[in-house]
């Protein structure tokens, strides 16, 4: 009889303690206390971040554009989304728009062709490029970068947005070249007529 009384005990504190902890976890997570989060795209970071808290939640900045038709600081996206419902005092991230361009760093752009080196420059982000050609032996062969007049290392970090200035070797002139060929041929002609002479 003892026996069954201790079980019978064992059996009502096991689901007390059960209860106990459903309702410790339905307090710790808030369950059942869920509360809409309001819509804060094109708002400044400043102004979303006073919405969202009054409202009850956190804020995290998880991520960052730039785009120039937009304001610096400007919120462009969120999550969880405007009007869905989620647990008080819970992370709202925020994807805004920077209050600086991005930043990168060139790599050695010099001594390739322009071909290559505008496909690096798209590659980063750049596109805002001008090519200035100057007289050189070496046609399309970039020669130096430059920015705002200065010239322009490999490791220098620029921002996207920047206009970024190529010179590119214009290379020899048409009538040079042909005086070139022409002049290869004479040369083979005379070497062939000279052979020729020699066989006799």
Sequence with gaps: MTVILNLLLMAIVGVLLVWLVSQWLDVWTRHGKETVVPPVRGMSVYEAEEVLVAAGFEVCISDSIHDSALRPGQVVDQTPKANSTAKDGCMVYLSINAFTPRQVLLPALTDISYRQARSVLDGLGIKNVRVDTVPSDFK???????RDGKRLMAGARV??????????GAGLPEEILNNEIEVDSMQIDTTFTVEKLNLF
């Design 159 to 168: 921002p996207v947005t920047a206009e970024i200035v190529m010179e590119i």
């Design 140 to 146: 399309d062969l970039v020669l130096s970068v430059k």
